[in-house]
């Protein structure tokens, strides 16, 4: 891994690399296609479930209003869409 921690988009290519056997760029290639099609659905409103690993989900906040903290002032919190991930039961067991 490049980073202690931290697992980037070059190590899992290089994973793919090792086990399967696809040249480096190959696997590079294959990993940009999957998180574009990742991507792709999520633009477009769609959740996202990978069998065994978790799901991305969509959810749609309403305007609310929000306090500053320090100054204890109102102020309307826009309404946007966030992404949550939920592991799935096999990958809370694992990472225990």
């Known amino acids: ?12 290519a290089e994973a ?12 590079s290639a294959i990993i940009e296609s999957l998180l574009d099609h ?14 065994g690993f978790g799901t991305f989900v969509l959810r749609d906040k309403a305007q ?3 306090r500053n903290p320090k100054t204890g002032v109102e102020v309307p919190i826009t309404p ?6 939920r592991a799935s039961q096999g990958l809370r067991q694992k990472v225990k």
């Not at 793919?16 to 696997?27: E, F, K, Q, Y």
């Open 38 to 51: 990742i991507l792709d659905a999520l633009v477009a409103g769609e959740n996202v479930k990978i069998s």
């Open 64 to 66: 609310r209003i929000g």
């Open 16 to 27: 793919i690399n090792r086990h399967v056997g696809l040249s480096r760029a190959d696997a």
């Open 80 to 85: 946007r869409r966030v992404l949550t991930f």
């Open 1 to 12: 891994m490049a980073d202690a921690g931290t697992l980037t988009r070059a190590d899992i």
